[in-house]
């Protein structure tokens, strides 16, 4: 396909896509279209039909723990709303779902769960978990950790990992809903003790074939890990992270696990 | 202990005992997708990249209802799809346009997997 055709390409197709968002109350702007009236009407609802039945249903599979809250009719308003609020920016469905955590927020209809944006952060968190690249921390790594100042250096989080604070427990509300026998009076006490949680996610070593693992970190872990998001060094992040961080026990963990890519050389920000 | 010396020691006694996870079987090749090769409910992630050119889209990971559909996909190691009798991407492009070597192609695999 020549450049010329690509682009002709290029802009019918986003033409397309602005009249199947259009306004409904008026007929959608799109010369690309050959019919008109109702049948035009007709082929253009049918996209948006479409459009949005896929995106239903990969909203449905990225975010298991909101679905289950919200239940499949209050989740599908939710997915029509969002779908006409914050039209897809990319061309694939696996991202569909990347702004409806902070689309929640936005909703005030779901004011009476201020949690769930939350929990559909850690939802969209593991999603993105499962695909991503595995760690490429080495022996290398580990020689230059022994052998130079730490000040000047910083440890990089593996992609195959993420961490969300969060001011609610969103952990336990999570492992909540993939128990079949979940202590719920527990999951309602600890929403009443109002105390928030920090989660880890992590896909072991990043093998694709291994069940992605959740888990709410212990503050003086969250601090750590939080510092070392951030990209401090390694002595700030120990600095960040107080007493009470064990940091020996987390690295023997980091590696068995494939939490880090590698060591970089710290770069103040 | 001061943080430079735990550091440094924490570093060798982990090169030491050789802590730094092997990596597994499963990623020690690149990996690729396999169209036609996933069992109904093991696909990895279904049509989601062809949109609907391929398939009647469903949701996506482990949603797929039908035995080695060639729209729906799973990720095995390079070089292992055609050991497998999967598709690659251009291929399972071309099966699609013909639904009756789609369901030879399915009953072919279920054999072969039987």
């Not at chain 2, 597994?24 to 990249?49: D, M, T, Y």
């Amino acid at each position: 396909m020549s450049a010329a055709t690509h682009t002709t390409e290029l802009e019918r197709q986003q033409r397309l896509i602005a009249a199947i968002f259009a306004p409904q109350m008026e007929p959608a702007a799109c010369p690309d279209v050959l019919q008109d009236g109702a049948r035009r009407e007709a082929g253009l609802a049918a996209y948006r039909g479409n459009g949005l039945a896929h995106a239903r249903n990969a909203l449905r599979a990225q975010f298991p723990t909101v679905l289950a809250m919200l239940g499949n009719d209050a989740f599908d308003v939710l997915s029509a709303r969002y779908w006409r609020a914050r039209p897809p920016r990319r061309g694939d469905l696996a991202w569909v779902g990347e702004e409806l955590p902070a689309y929640i927020a936005t909703v005030d209809s779901l004011d009476a769960w201020p949690w769930l944006a939350d929990c559909a952060r850690l939802d969209w968190a593991i999603w993105q978990t499962a695909g991503a690249a595995p760690p490429r921390m080495t022996h290398a790594d580990l020689q230059r950790l022994a052998a130079e100042d730490p000040a000047g250096l910083s440890l990089r989080l593996a992609g195959c990992t993420a961490y969300i604070p969060s001011a609610w427990p969103i952990v336990t509300i999570h492992l909540a809903h993939q128990d079949e026998a979940a202590d719920w009076s527990m999951v309602r006490q600890a929403i009443l003790d109002g105390g928030g949680q920090t989660a880890w996610v992590w896909r072991p070593q990043g093998d694709a074939a291994a069940e992605v693992r959740t888990i709410a970190l212990e503050d003086a872990a969250a601090r750590w890990v939080a510092a070392l998001a951030a990209g401090e060094s390694i002595v700030g992040a120990l600095d960040a992270a107080g007493e009470g961080f064990d940091f020996a026990a987390w690295m023997q963990k980091a590696l068995a696990e494939g939490w880090l890519d590698g060591v970089a050389a710290f770069a103040p920000r | 202990m001061d943080k430079r010396r735990l550091i440094a020691a924490t570093s060798v006694s982990l090169l030491a005992l050789g802590i730094l996870a092997a990596p597994p079987a499963s990623r020690a090749a690149a990996l690729e997708k396999c169209f036609g090769a996933a069992k109904a409910g093991e696909n990895a992630c279904a049509g989601v990249h062809h949109c609907a050119a391929l398939s009647d889209l469903h949701g996506c990971k482990g949603s797929s209802k039908v035995n080695y559909d060639p729209a729906d996909f799973r990720l095995v190691p390079d070089s292992t799809c055609a050991k497998l009798g999967g598709l690659d991407e251009q291929q399972a492009k071309a099966l699609l346009k013909h639904p009756r070597a789609v369901h030879a192609f399915e009953a072919q695999m279920q054999k072969r997997n039987s």
